[in-house]
């Protein structure tokens, strides 16, 4: 089913309001086997809307709109589309009555303009919305069915998922199977040419999907067995750089792996400045193998909380494999846990040397056989250090669990 999508507001042109609503309804729409093939964002003008309607390919089955369905001056999607679809309109006073009922019993006086939300098209249905006064519309014109929602994201999602979703997916035929594997720590180039062998005569397709931490691979196709078979092949070319499945996060893998595995760990951080920890306790049940973090940013607080010794980082630095490598073997120690990560490094985007440069960071995983350190050289953002950091840390560790 290929799917267009209408969002309707100055905010969402002007840059004050993220367009959330759009990818939330493209992840669902690909969830159902259904895709959105094209899109508009169009600002609170009649104008505007209409001839973004008049542009609607004919090749859509069905258009959905967010936005413009509340009740102020600037509210006019339901009127451009009444309009456009030359759709008559009556006054719904049992709707206007039981506006009224739900005001009252917020003790609050409901404003004339509230009326434009009881209007209902003669020739269309209306879509409950069981957290707010707007109601959604259900239209149909030369075959493509419309519906259009509030453009406020709680209660769009509700009357999605409760009216629309389970409309659109009785209309589905050959439903596209989507699956998206997640990797890290291979640039999208060097995946690229690993799997570029595979590729060709395939029933299925497979995007790259770029971000800071690692590459997402969708593969999508209309025949699962086409799919399974490209999932099997990339993971026989590029298994070890996949951390999981369908959204799954890498702190989620890990955690689960550490679980069943059962150790613990312990946490020294310098230059992440606590965001390893933070990633990882974002998982429900780590205080299951999470013991405790120091944030160390003080060379004092390396030697005094984490047993780094002073000669060390006189030697090599606070910058170097020996003090990582300390570490992870002090916060270990510390805590008593199985485990001990750490990092340090330069965030910047001060700080650096021609010798030590602006992105060189250390990491160090430590168990009582061994220290296992890797060297980062990463970019000049202080920002995007920290979270490349935090991602190579616990990458680290879920290779480690993953030989165990």
């Known amino acids: ?39 508009h964002t169009v600002q609170d003008s009649h104008e505007a809307i209409v001839n973004s309607f008049n542009s609607i390919p004919t090749y859509l089955n069905a258009l959905i709109i967010t936005g413009g369905l509340g009740p102020t001056h600037d509210d006019i999607t339901a009127n451009s589309l009444f309009d456009w679809a030359d759709v008559e309109t009556e006054f719904d006073d049992d709707y206007w009555q039981d506006l009224k009922r739900r005001f009252k019993s917020r003790h609050i006086s409901i404003p004339d303009l509230n009326k434009n939300q009881a209007l209902k098209p003669i020739n269309g249905e209306l879509i409950p919305n069981p957290l707010g006064s707007a109601r959604g519309i259900q239209l149909q014109k030369n075959g493509m069915d419309i519906v259009a929602l509030p453009g406020v994201p709680v209660e769009m999602k509700a009357m999605m998922v ?5 409309f659109l997916k009785i209309n589905i035929q ?4 989507i699956l998206t594997l997640r990797t890290t720590g291979i640039m999208e180039s060097a995946l690229a040419e690993k799997l570029e062998p595979i590729l060709k005569n395939i029933n299925a397709k497979l995007a790259f999907l770029p971000k800071l931490t690692g590459v997402d691979l969708r593969i999508s196709s209309k025949d699962k067995k086409s799919l399974t078979t490209l999932k099997e092949s990339i993971y026989q070319r590029v298994g070890k750089y996949i951390v999981g499945e369908n959204g799954i996060s890498l702190e989620e893998i890990v955690g689960k792996l550490i679980l069943d595995k059962q150790l613990t760990i312990s946490i020294a951080e310098s230059c992440t400045g606590g965001l390893i920890s933070d990633r990882l306790t974002n998982v429900p049940g780590s205080s299951g193998y999470l ?16 047993g780094v010794k002073k000669e060390t980082i006189e030697k090599f630095g606070a910058v170097s494999e020996q003090t990582a490598n300390e570490m992870a073997k002090g916060i270990r120690s ?35 056989e061994e220290v296992l350190t890797k060297k980062l050289n990463l970019t000049k953002n202080r920002l995007a250090n920290k979270k490349l950091t935090s991602q190579a840390a616990i990458n680290l560790l879920r290779l480690y669990l993953l030989r165990e």
């Open 1 to 39: 089913m290929k799917i267009g999508l209408i969002t309707i507001g100055n905010e969402l042109l002007s840059g004050f309001t993220t367009n959330t609503n759009a990818s939330w309804i493209g992840k669902r729409m690909s969830e159902i086997g259904a895709e959105i093939v094209w899109h």
């Open 162 to 166: 409760e009216s629309v979703i389970p």
């Open 174 to 177: 050959n439903p596209i199977h």
């Open 291 to 306: 013991l405790g973090s120091v944030i160390a940013y003080q060379n004092e607080v390396k030697i005094s909380k984490l």
């Open 334 to 368: 510390s805590l008593k846990s199985n485990l001990g990560l750490s990092s340090t490094g330069i965030a910047g985007p001060g700080g650096g040397s021609e010798e030590k440069p602006v992105g060189l960071v250390y990491i160090a995983l430590a168990n009582d």
